[in-house]
C-alpha cells in the first residue's frame, strides 16, 4: 500500500484514520483500528475529562500503537478535555465542529499532532497559519454535524489551498473511495459510518442492523435551520424535525428536543427517537466485520484498482 506523508507524520502502516464519533468511537474501537495498521481515534463528544481519560488509558492496555481522540468544540467540557490530552500526552487529535487555534501552541510544545475537520477552504487556510499538521477535509456525505460542500468539491478545493496534507472524509468506506480520495489530490481517509458497523464498536446492535439495513436514500439532514445541522438515518425524531423546521419551530425548541438524543441511540439503542447519526455510505455496508478485516479489505480494494488503473 502506498505510503503518505500521513503515515510518516502520524506513525501508522495505512493512511486510514477512523473517524472519532461521539458515543461510537470507544476506546475498543480506537485500539482495534490502530492494531491494525490505522489510527483509531476516541470520539469525546459531550464527555467530561475524567471520562476520556479513562478512555485513553483503556486504549492504552490493548495497543501500544499510535491513536488519538477527538474533541468536539462545542461541548461544555473542552477545556479539561484538554487539559487531559495534555497530561496523557496523546499523541494526534482531531477537532469537530470548531475552532482549535487557541490550544495550538500547548499542544504542539509536547508534540502532539493537531489535525482539525473542516468544512471550508477559508477554515482550512486560517488553520494552517495556525500552525495545525494536517487538515480532513469533510464533505457533507459525512453522518453528525456536517458542513455543505461535498467531498468531490471540498477535497480538490483545500488541496490547492493549503500545503499541510489534507485528509479526505465523507462518502468513503471502501478500496474505491480510497483511491478516489488519492485522485483528488488527498494523503489518506478518514473513516467514520463503516466503522460503526466494525465487530469492536460498543454502540447497540439496533442501530448497527439499521445501518445494515440502510439504503442510499436513508439519511436525511436535521437542524439546517438552527446553524447546526447533523445527518442521520430517517427515523421518527427525523419526521419531527422536518415539521418543525416546515412551521418555522424556535431555534431553542429544535435544539431541547435534540439534548440527549445521541447517547439515547448509540447506547440505549433507541433507533425511532434518537439520534442515529449517521453518512449517505450506509448503502454500501452489508457485513459487520472486525476492524482488521474492514482496513484489510479497504488495502486490498484499493491496491487492486491501482493496479488496474495503473496509477
Ligand atoms: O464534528 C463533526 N461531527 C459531529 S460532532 C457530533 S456531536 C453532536 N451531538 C449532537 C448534536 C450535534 C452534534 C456529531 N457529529 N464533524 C466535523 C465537522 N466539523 N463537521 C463540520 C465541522 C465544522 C463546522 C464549522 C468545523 C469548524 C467549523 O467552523 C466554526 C468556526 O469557528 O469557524
Request: charged share 25%; glycine share 10%; hydrophobic share 45%.
Amino acid at each position: 500500500m502506498k505510503k503518505t506523508v500521513i503515515c510518516d507524520l502520524l506513525g501508522i502502516k495505512y493512511p486510514i484514520i477512523q473517524g472519532g464519533m461521539a458515543w461510537v468511537s470507544t476506546a475498543s474501537l480506537a485500539a482495534a483500528v490502530s492494531e491494525a495498521g490505522g489510527l483509531g481515534i476516541i470520539g469525546s463528544g459531550h464527555n467530561d475529562g475524567k471520562w476520556v481519560r479513562e478512555q485513553v488509558k483503556r486504549a492504552r492496555e490493548i495497543t501500544a500503537k499510535p491513536f488519538g481522540v477527538n474533541v468536539m468544540m462545542m461541548s461544555p467540557f473542552v477545556e479539561e478535555v484538554m487539559q487531559v490530552i495534555l497530561e496523557e500526552r496523546v499523541p494526534v487529535i482531531t477537532t469537530g465542529a470548531g475552532n482549535p487555534a487557541k490550544y495550538i501552541p500547548q499542544l504542539k510544545e509536547i508534540g502532539t499532532k493537531v489535525i482539525p475537520v473542516i468544512p471550508s477552504v477559508a477554515l482550512a487556510q486560517r488553520l494552517e497559519k495556525a500552525g495545525v499538521d494536517a487538515v480532513v477535509a469533510e464533505g457533507t456525505e459525512s453522518g453528525g454535524h456536517i458542513g455543505e460542500l461535498t467531498t468531490m468539491t471540498l477535497v480538490p478545493q483545500v488541496v490547492d489551498a493549503v500545503k499541510i496534507p489534507v485528509i479526505a472524509a465523507g462518502g468513503i468506506a471502501d478500496g474505491r473511495g480510497l483511491v478516489a480520495a488519492f485522485a483528488l489530490g488527498a494523503a489518506g481517509v478518514q473513516i467514520g459510518t463503516r466503522f460503526m458497523c466494525a465487530q469492536e464498536c460498543e454502540i447497540h446492535d439496533n442501530v448497527k442492523q439499521m445501518v445494515l439495513k440502510a439504503k442510499d436514500r436513508d439519511t436525511a439532514v436535521s437542524g439546517r435551520t438552527t446553524g447546526h445541522p447533523i445527518r442521520c438515518l430517517k427515523n421518527k425524531l427525523t419526521k419531527l424535525y422536518d415539521e418543525m423546521e416546515r412551521r418555522c419551530a424556535p431555534i431553542e425548541e429544535m435544539e431541547e428536543l435534540g439534548a440527549g438524543k445521541l447517547r439515547a441511540a448509540m447506547i440505549d439503542g433507541n433507533i425511532e427517537t434518537g439520534t442515529v447519526a449517521c453518512g449517505q455510505i450506509a448503502g454500501l455496508i452489508k457485513e459487520i466485520k472486525t476492524a482488521e478485516e474492514i482496513i484489510n479489505e479497504i488495502v486490498a480494494g484499493a491496491r487492486s484498482l491501482m493496479t488496474t488503473l495503473e496509477v
